[in-house]
């Protein structure tokens, strides 16, 4: 079983910055990329940024230059660095982590439960 859970959203004004934290817990697992995806009401989950285990990072267009996605492999752990926060970047935020399952290596992806960043004009 592997768990996510993800901290650090919140209301912010607009300028502002925000780090977003995903912790995945469990055993038998060895994860592979790890992101973050946003969704707002009556929109479909769209992608923010990536990272793979061997550090390559992709970025959604909107967010270039303003976000930025790091992990700590040895905690399993992927951070979201938001800086000059917009208000069109209110939306609900997911991790999300691609994983292999030991010793079977089946692999799966494994949703957070979503935190809400709200950023005020």
């Known amino acids: 079983q592997v768990q996510l859970l993800e901290s650090g959203g919140g209301l912010v004004q607009a300028g502002g910055s925000l780090r977003l934290s995903c912790a995945a817990s469990?055993?038998?697992?060895?994860?592979?990329?790890m992101g973050w995806y946003r969704q707002t009401p009556g929109m479909q989950r769209e992608l923010v940024a990536t990272?793979?285990?061997?550090?390559?990072?992709n970025y959604a267009d909107s967010v270039k230059g303003r976000f930025t996605i790091s992990r700590d492999n040895a905690k399993n752990t992927v951070y979201l660095q938001m800086n000059s926060l917009k208000p069109e970047d209110t939306a609900v935020y997911y991790c999300?982590?691609?994983?292999?399952?030991?010793?079977?290596?089946?692999?799966?992806?494994?949703w957070g439960q979503g935190t809400q960043v709200t950023v005020s004009s």
């Open positions: 999300n982590v691609g994983l292999f399952i030991v010793p079977t290596m089946a692999f799966m992806t494994n």
């Open positions: 469990g055993s038998g697992f060895s994860i592979t990329v």
């Open positions: 990272i793979t285990s061997g550090g390559y990072t």
